[in-house]
């Protein structure tokens, strides 16, 4: 993912803001003679395909215009899906107390892969609780990548024995 201040997130956030949806990320990769540049947006009451036509109808728009990227490049713009990505602070931030993945930029302690609760963040630095108890504590320009653990555990409320009939 691009970094907060890269010059394409706050390109794709001066568009995708104003239209009431949330920046997530932005990806830029070439894959063999072709480019991609990936937006992932965000929504409260979720992600419809309508809203990745508008948002990639008007960001195609101002990149025609400014023309931040060489050559040719395919533009996506997607939701986040279930394994959500977490890039900035306030994403840190609002998803404390969820089950991440972390993928670290370097090994630390011959680690480069962790999963755990995130714990907290605060300038600059997460926390992450392994299930064994074990907290890290690592800074956002030391990530790789970092997203939620989608959970798939079915949360079936009992039924009142008065209505098993």
């Known amino acids: ?8 997130t706050i ?3 001066r568009v995708v803001e ?3 949806f949330e ?3 932005v990806d830029f990769f070439q894959h063999g003679s072709s480019a991609t540049l990936r937006v992932y947006i965000d929504h409260a009451q979720g992600i419809t395909l309508d809203d ?3 948002v990639s109808h008007q960001l195609s728009g101002v990149l025609d215009v400014e023309d931040p990227l060489p050559g040719h490049y395919d533009l996506e713009v997607s939701s986040p899906g279930i ?4 890039v900035f602070p306030e994403h840190f ?8 993945r972390i993928r670290l930029a370097e090994k630390l302690d011959g680690r480069r892969k962790l999963e755990g609760q995130l714990r907290g963040y605060a300038a600059g630095v997460i926390t992450v609780a392994e299930a064994d108890g074990r907290l890290w504590d690592i800074a956002l320009h030391h990530l790789e990548s970092a997203r939620l653990v989608a959970d798939f555990r079915l949360r079936a409320e ?6 098993l009939d």
């Open 52 to 54: 990745c036509s508008a």
């Open 1 to 8: 993912m691009q970094s907060a201040d890269s010059s394409l």
């Open 93 to 100: 931030e609002r998803f404390v107390g969820q089950q991440v």
């Open 18 to 20: 104003p239209m009431g």
């Open 158 to 163: 009992p039924i009142p024995a008065d209505n």
């Open 23 to 25: 920046l997530v990320g």
């Open 11 to 13: 390109l794709a956030r």
């Open 83 to 86: 394994d959500r990505p977490l």
